[in-house]
Structures are given as C-alpha cells and as structure tokens.
C-alpha cells in the first residue's frame, strides 16, 4: 500500500543529519497535514522530531517524548531501529569487498 505524502509548506532541514525535508507522510490518517506539535521522524537518520507552529520541525526533547504514551514510543522506537537497519544494509552495500 502506497502511503500519500503531504508536501510541507517550509521545506526544513533534519536538526541532526541535515537532510532536506520537504514532505510527510501521517500514519494514522493520510488526508491529514501536520500540525503544531505533531511528532515525525527523519526517515534519513531516524531522529524524532516536533512541528514547530511554523511546520518546520525542531529536535523533539525529553519532556516531549514524556507526554507520549508508552505504545507511542515503542512505534517510535522499532521504526527508528527499522531505520537503522536499513541504513546499515545500505552503507554494507556501498563497501568495496576486501579480498583476503
Ligand atoms: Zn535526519
């Protein structure tokens, strides 16, 4: 199933890896944008990010991910380590084979 991204209205920078965000998909309702204090999460190095009112996103911190419930996190959490999985793979195959 193909998700619909919603295209942002401030094209922002990830606060930790410096990806260009330009999009967004909402899992639980794809005709919804997102809003002032909605989660999201960069998809280039899995850091959880927080809309700002002006819908660029800034770095979400402790007490933000404290409001969240436990099984919110735990979604946050295996898609951040899905993430780094499949970075992981990625960087495995851009290696050169060392010969032995
Ligand atoms: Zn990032």
């Known amino acids: 199933m193909k998700r619909r991204e919603t295209a942002l209205p401030k094209p922002c920078l990830c606060v930790h890896c410096g990806a260009r965000l330009d999009a967004s998909t909402n899992l639980d309702n794809e005709e919804d944008a997102p809003e002032a204090g909605d989660y999201s999460m960069c998809l280039h190095c899995g850091c959880?990010?927080?809309?700002?009112?002006?819908?660029?996103?800034?770095?979400?911190?402790?007490?933000?991910?404290a409001k969240l419930s436990k099984e919110t996190l735990l979604l946050l959490m295996r898609a951040q380590a899905a993430q780094q999985a499949v970075q992981g793979q990625l960087a495995a195959m851009k290696k050169p084979e060392t010969k032995q």
Do not use: F, G, H, Q
């Open 48 to 65: 959880i990010l927080v809309y700002t009112p002006d819908l660029i996103v800034r770095r979400a911190e402790l007490e933000d991910l």
